[in-house]
């Protein structure tokens, strides 16, 4: 049973705009969240992580947001470079466990120039 | 290095023969982990090793996969019989502590079951 779903498996945004992907999740003992950036052929590289004392954690163009109430997460990328194209994936895993992180099935996005 | 080292980066074999994948994780890593993402699917997780610990080992599918940690450091994850459904790439990633921080992936294995 897939515990950390990513429900819209491509994204196209026009380059400048932003780019809104979504992740939801079942396991209410989630409590930490992050989003990985995956390139074809090589392995998949940390974006940005979100524990859920915050609602919110921002980097740069990359901020993620957290609502724990709807078990929904979300990474936006403003504004969308054409070097963000790749698939993105959402994980989520218990702190202190360390053992697993539950992944999404990835979302391909496509920054258009 | 200064990453996580897999290899061999393809493997192809023929349905029935065994297999071994390395993985080699960032020095002082105590943590390590194999994921495999199938055609289509998310990835998928198989085996957890940290440090002197028994293994966590629920996500391995069968009886058919194994895994082993030398030492603390080199794994090797072994798939025997190998069947079609195991085609896949084979992610390890590596990271420290048992405190979850962000895992550093391998570029992965890709292997192909003939």
């Known amino acids: 049973d897939q515990q950390v779903k990513q429900n819209s498996p491509s994204l196209s945004v026009q380059e400048g705009r932003i780019s809104i992907l979504n992740c939801d999740y079942t396991?209410?003992?989630?409590?930490?969240f992050l989003w990985y950036k995956k390139y074809p052929a090589e392995g998949p590289t940390f974006l940005i992580s979100?524990?859920?004392i915050k609602d919110k954690n921002e980097d740069g163009r990359f901020t993620v947001f957290l609502n724990k109430s709807a078990k929904h997460l979300s990474l936006h990328i403003v504004p969308s470079q054409p070097g963000d194209s790749a698939v993105y994936f959402c994980?989520?895993?218990?702190w202190g466990r360390g053992n697993q992180f539950y992944f999404g099935t990835g979302t391909s996005l496509t920054v258009i120039p | 290095g200064a990453g996580v080292s897999q290899s061999p980066s393809n493997k192809v074999t023929e349905k029935g023969k065994d297999v071994e994948l390395r993985c080699d994780p960032i020095?002082?890593?105590?943590?390590l982990y194999w994921y495999r993402q199938s055609l289509g699917q998310g990835l998928e997780f198989l085996i957890y090793?940290?440090?002197?610990?028994?293994?966590?080992k629920s996500g391995l599918p069968s009886d058919r996969f194994s895994a082993e940690r030398t030492g603390g450091s080199v794994s090797t994850l072994t798939i025997q019989r190998t069947q079609q459904e195991d085609s896949a790439v084979y992610l390890c990633?590596?990271?420290?502590?048992?405190?979850?921080?962000?895992?550093?992936f391998g570029q992965g294995t890709r292997l192909t079951v003939v």
């Open positions: 979100i524990s859920s």
């Open positions: 990633a590596s990271s420290l502590g048992d405190q979850i921080t962000e895992a550093f």
């Open positions: 396991n209410s003992m989630f409590d930490y």
């Open positions: 090793f940290q440090g002197n610990s028994a293994p966590d």
């Open positions: 994980a989520a895993s218990e």
């Open positions: 020095s002082g890593h105590t943590a």
